[in-house]
């Protein structure tokens, strides 16, 4: 690793290049490792702790949405306060958290935690990659580091499975979250020692208002989609958060517009056509990630009967597919242009996920799950890289980074926006099933078969959709290999035909 370390503002770092890297990279492998950990230990979570169907969906979602509604305002504070202060605190607030999770006793108190941690999760994230733009001026030096950080996240979401499963059969679920608690206090000190304080930052001030409309929105609409699970969808319990959400998200978008002094979305990029077609494609497309990671693991637990660790290795080879797909996606993309790749991604999600609506009780590993999982893998390899490309391909040199934000947070809050939908259908059908009788591990499957079914219907949608984004030859693009990094990559070429404009 090359040493050529300069500074934008005085003292950015005190240690040597290696520490400050490997400090960003244990950063981003922890905040991707807790997003994918706690997976396989849900259903010890909801028999522990008496959770209903859906309301365990809070232990994931309350995390995504923090994490992706905070994440631009993370982005801010570091460029305001400092990456040292904006980190410090953001592993503070997560290891604390953590120790309120790991420790809870009730449903609430869990989800709460995890408010919390996806919030010291949005500090964090982006405070790894001020600390690495501060720390690299050299572009070759600089690349390998943003390949580094983007490895560790990789790698962190592959281990999280694995770990989840191992350490809730060996030890407990509680451990899933306190194991984040030594680990946040190594990494807190070693901040403190590897990073110098920056006296000050660039003049601005945080868009609280639009911080709070724009998480609460999607909050408050997410709990009352999933309260019409228990209700009626003209019930007050889910009327009254779903017109509160959508006012909050007016509210949201009347702040950002016209009285945010620097706004947290800029909501001049959604003129240009690509970046406005791009994030709704990643609001589809986090939908299709929770479908893959989240219900298989459920499914291989509740339908076939494995353990948490089973659970963790079975879905281990889909990850490995993932990361190798999205690798090979990210080179190949300045030469097929995004729309060839985006329909072979939405083709690998329609035959996947149609696939593996086939399963039962009565289904093997190989031919019910391992199939028709690396199939939906590939479809994310192919189609993540990409769309983070097109996010941004047609935005201006100035605008990259934050268009590179805004597309990560319109990824995040789809997941969350798409776990409450799928997870209310899939409860809803499980208790029909159930009312007419059929065993509980079958009236599981018929839900999740619903799931599937819906994920394989977003997948078609990306596929058609994706024929909205333009044609160009030229542009800026962020392309995120594995984890999300936001970086300058080869031009890229929209068209299908090799068409000029």
């Known amino acids: 690793m090359t040493t050529d370390i300069a500074t934008r503002r005085p ?17 981003q492998f922890m905040v991707i490792l807790d997003s994918s950990i706690v997976n396989v230990a849900l259903p010890s979570v909801c028999e522990d702790l008496g959770f209903t169907a859906t309301g365990l969906a809070w232990v994931v979602n309350g995390y995504l949405l923090t994490f992706g509604g905070l994440m631009l305002l993370g982005g801010r504070a570091a ?28 449903p609430e108190v869990l989800v709460a935690a995890r408010l919390a941690q996806g919030a010291g999760a949005a500090m964090m994230a982006p405070a790894t990659l001020a600390v690495i733009n501060t720390s690299f001026t050299d572009p070759g030096a600089r690349a390998r580091a943003f390949g580094a950080w983007s490895a560790a996240g990789g790698v962190g979401g592959l281990v999280g499975a694995v770990a989840g499963g191992a350490i809730t059969t060996g030890l407990s679920w509680r451990w899933v979250f306190l194991i984040n608690v030594p680990i946040g206090a190594v990494l807190i000190a070693a901040a403190m020692m590897s990073l110098a304080g920056t006296r000050a930052g660039r003049r601005g001030s ?15 609409l997410i709990y009352g989609v999933m309260q019409s699970a228990d209700h009626g969808w003209s019930s007050g319990p889910v009327l009254v958060p779903v017109v ?3 006012v909050l998200l007016a509210v949201f978008i009347v702040v950002e517009a016209r009285f945010a002094a620097q706004p947290m979305v800029p909501l001049r990029l959604f003129r240009i056509r690509g970046v406005a077609v791009a994030n709704g494609l990643l609001l589809m497309f986090g939908g299709i990630t929770i479908a893959m990671w989240y219900f298989t693991s459920l499914f291989l637990q509740n339908v076939l009967g494995g353990s948490a660790l089973e659970a963790g290795l079975g879905q281990t080879p889909a990850a490995v597919m993932f990361m190798v797909v999205a690798r090979w996606a990210a080179a190949l993309l300045p030469r097929t242009g995004v729309r060839p790749l985006l329909l072979s991604g ?19 590993y190989v031919t019910g799950v391992l199939g028709p999982t690396l199939l939906v893998a590939a ?42 939908v799928l997870a209310t259908a899939a409860g809803a059908r499980a208790a029909s099933e159930t009312g007419e009788g059929s065993p509980p591990a079958a009236a599981l499957a018929a839900g999740y078969e619903l799931v599937f079914l819906m994920a394989a219907g977003l997948g078609l949608a990306i596929a058609v959709v994706s024929m909205l984004l333009p044609r160009h ?9 594995g984890a999300g990094v936001v970086a300058d990559s080869p031009a890229v070429d929209g068209s299908v035909d090799g068409d000029e404009p």
Request: hydrophobic residues 50%; neutral net charge.
């Open 379 to 420: 479809g994310i390899g192919l189609t993540f890289p990409t769309l983070m490309a097109a996010a941004t391909a047609d935005v201006p040199g100035s605008d990259t980074g934050i268009a590179g934000g805004l597309a990560q947070t319109a990824g995040q809050v789809g997941g969350s926006i798409g776990l409450a």
């Open 244 to 246: 509160a959400g959508l």
């Open 11 to 27: 003292g950015p770092h005190t240690g040597p290049a290696w520490l400050v890297l490997a400090l960003a990279c244990a950063c």
């Open 79 to 106: 460029d305001l306060y400092g990456p040292r202060r904006t980190l410090v605190a953001g592993m503070i607030v997560f290891s604390a958290s953590s120790l309120a999770g790991g420790l809870a006793t009730a």
């Open 346 to 364: 939405g083709a690998c999600f329609l035959a996947g996920f149609g696939w593996l609506s086939l399963a039962d009780a009565g289904s093997g």
């Open 473 to 481: 030859r030229r542009g800026r693009a962020a392309v995120g290999a």
């Open 206 to 220: 945080l868009d609280l208002a639009g911080a709070v409309t724009g998480t609460a929105g999607p909050a408050a």
